[in-house]
């Protein structure tokens, strides 16, 4: 076999290897980039490699994929600009244990086209990243041309659209929704819904300004659960309607999750994903004194209390969720101009909602928050951190997995356990001012992050040790999930 011919590059030791299906003590050989051979545990201790880890008592998991990530956007909600561009947003990721981002190619409004869009997020990007990456298309202005170069967007290796029902710079009609929908069950496209109601989410909003209710609190109160299961409901009847997939992205509401679990008990295909924020925040971090709370605005935002948050819970353990992304979202606090206090004037000193840029940064802090609060086993940890994103989204089994001689050498080999200690910003990677986490007692962080047999953030010895440049785009193909492609038959309704 090609990959076993001389020196293995890498040998892992003595691991407890983690896969969504498996867990057992393993030595893992590396080649080329990728896994070369998975061997019972030492019986690897004297073959020749270049490099040697011990991972004795170590948890050894294939690399995070976090498949929702925003890096180097345009201002697309108002006031603010992300943070983070692919060189910070990237290396932050493999310092977190991630080793492959989704992030976002977004049409302007006013565009025609989305091969533009590509483009410019491929510019972007190259020779720029640490990890990994690929990219969704998020569609905003569904014209024909858009939609007949969905085709052209499997061509170059991308296989997933957003659309949103809010925003007003983004909110697409249900019937642009069916459009998108029917387009995508024609060529393998993987749909993300962003699922609020934006029509009753704005007239919130003017409710709340007539009152003069402009403080970081009431962002929560414009955008309550009715609004997300409202919109989750709707987008399973349109998905229904087309018998097409969809992804329900950043669930926050466990009645939207209860809708879902319902769709999938029905037999619908129905995907949703979740994130960090959902389970660790709540409604209270936004009513911190003054504009403290604008640290925590995001969308749809943090749920009332303990209960929703088990409820969340309950969701990644049972499965209604496929997957837990970071929705990564980065804005600096302390910018009056592209900032969260970019809401902020003379006559709203302690801001307006409506205007605080929505965001929260996490793709550092999602594995090890989550990990470290031991509420899923490791195989279930591994399954909706890696090996389903890598599914859903075509990267499989390249990706999100350990397969001898197939999958990339990507890895996250975990300490045995660490002693408890706070997530402070100043330990992170990001281009942020703040972490939404800040505080919070972990006892998990990566040893070591490789990416295809590289070893590329190392804790105990220099911390970030890849390369800029180093992380490739990744082509991807059709949904493992995805459904029936042939002709939509309106007939039969």
């Given at each position: 076999m090609t990959?076993?011919?001389?020196?293995?590059?890498?040998?892992?030791?003595?691991?407890?290897?983690?896969?969504?299906?498996?867990?057992?003590?393993?030595?893992?050989?590396?080649?080329?980039?990728?896994?070369?051979?998975?061997?019972?545990?030492?019986?690897?201790?004297t073959t020749p490699a270049a490099r040697v880890i011990d991972a004795e008592g170590a948890y050894v998991m294939p690399g995070g994929v976090d498949a929702h990530v925003h890096l180097a956007e345009p201002p697309l909600f108002g006031k603010g600009r992300t943070a983070d561009d692919y060189t910070t947003g990237t290396r932050s990721a493999i310092a977190g244990g991630t080793t492959t981002i989704i992030a976002f190619a977004p049409q302007d409004k006013s565009a025609p086209s989305l091969l533009g869009a590509l483009d410019e997020a491929e510019k972007k990007a190259e020779n720029n990243t640490y990890c990994d990456y690929s990219f969704h298309l998020l569609v905003g202005n569904p014209t024909r041309q858009a939609l007949d170069e969905f085709a052209i967007l499997r061509q170059r290796g991308i296989s997933s659209v957003k659309i949103y029902m809010t925003y007003e710079a983004l909110q697409l009609r249900d019937n642009q929704i069916l459009d998108v929908l029917l387009?995508?069950?024609?060529?393998?496209?993987?749909?993300?819904?962003?699922?609020?109601?934006?029509?009753?989410?704005?007239?919130?909003?003017?409710?709340?300004?007539?009152r003069q209710l402009l403080a970081p609190k009431y962002h929560a109160?414009?955008?309550?659960?009715?609004?997300?299961?409202?919109?989750?409901?709707r987008a399973i009847a349109l998905g229904q309607?087309?018998?097409?997939?969809?992804?329900?992205?950043?669930?926050?509401?466990?009645?939207?999750?209860?809708?879902?679990r319902q769709a999938q008990t029905n037999g619908l295909p129905v995907y949703a994903e979740t994130c960090p924020q959902y389970l660790f925040l709540t409604r209270a971090e936004l009513d911190k004194p003054g504009f403290e709370g604008a640290k925590c605005v995001c969308s749809p935002p943090p749920r009332d209390?303990?209960?929703?948050?088990?409820?969340?819970?309950?969701?990644?353990?049972?499965?209604?969720?496929?997957?837990?992304?970071?929705?990564?979202?980065?804005?600096?606090?302390?910018?009056?101009?592209?900032?969260?206090?970019?809401?902020?004037?003379?006559?709203?000193?302690?801001?307006?909602?409506?205007?605080?840029?929505?965001g929260c940064a996490g793709v550092e802090t999602r594995l090890p928050l989550v990990l470290s609060a031991n509420r899923l086993t490791p195989q279930k940890f591994v399954e909706v951190t890696s090996t389903n994103p890598a599914k859903l989204y075509g990267l499989y089994p390249r990706k999100g997995a350990l397969i001898p001689g197939?999958?990339?050498?990507?890895?996250?080999?975990?300490?045995?356990?660490?002693?408890?200690?706070?997530?402070t910003n100043d330990m992170l990677h990001h281009n942020v001012d703040y972490t939404p986490f800040e505080g919070t007692t972990i006892t998990q962080w990566p040893r070591y992050t490789l990416l295809r047999g590289e070893v590329v953030w190392d804790r105990d010895n220099g911390g970030i040790v890849g390369q800029k440049g180093y992380g490739q785009f990744v082509r991807r193909?059709?949904?493992?999930?995805?459904?029936?492609?042939?002709?939509w038959d309106i007939e039969k309704f």
């Open positions: 990959l076993l011919q001389g020196p293995l590059d890498c040998i892992i030791l003595n691991g407890t290897v983690v896969t969504a299906a498996d867990i057992g003590r393993y030595d893992i050989g590396i080649k080329d980039g990728k896994v070369a051979l998975l061997a019972p545990a030492q019986a690897l201790a387009q995508s069950r024609t060529d393998g496209i993987t749909t993300m819904i962003h699922a609020e109601n934006g029509d009753v989410l704005s007239w919130m909003t003017e409710q709340l300004e007539r109160t414009s955008r309550p659960q009715i609004l997300e299961s409202e919109a989750t409901n309607l087309i018998q097409t997939p969809i992804l329900i992205v950043h669930v926050s509401s466990p009645s939207a999750a209860e809708i879902i209390g303990e209960a929703d948050l088990e409820g969340i819970w309950r969701g990644l353990q049972n499965g209604t969720f496929t997957i837990l992304s970071s929705d990564h979202c980065p804005f600096v606090y302390d910018d009056a101009v592209n900032g969260k206090k970019a809401a902020i004037s003379a006559d709203a000193p302690v801001g307006r909602f409506r205007y605080i840029p929505n197939i999958s990339d050498a990507d890895l996250t080999i975990w300490y045995p356990s660490l002693d408890p200690f706070p997530i193909d059709r949904s493992e999930f995805s459904g029936d492609q042939s002709p």
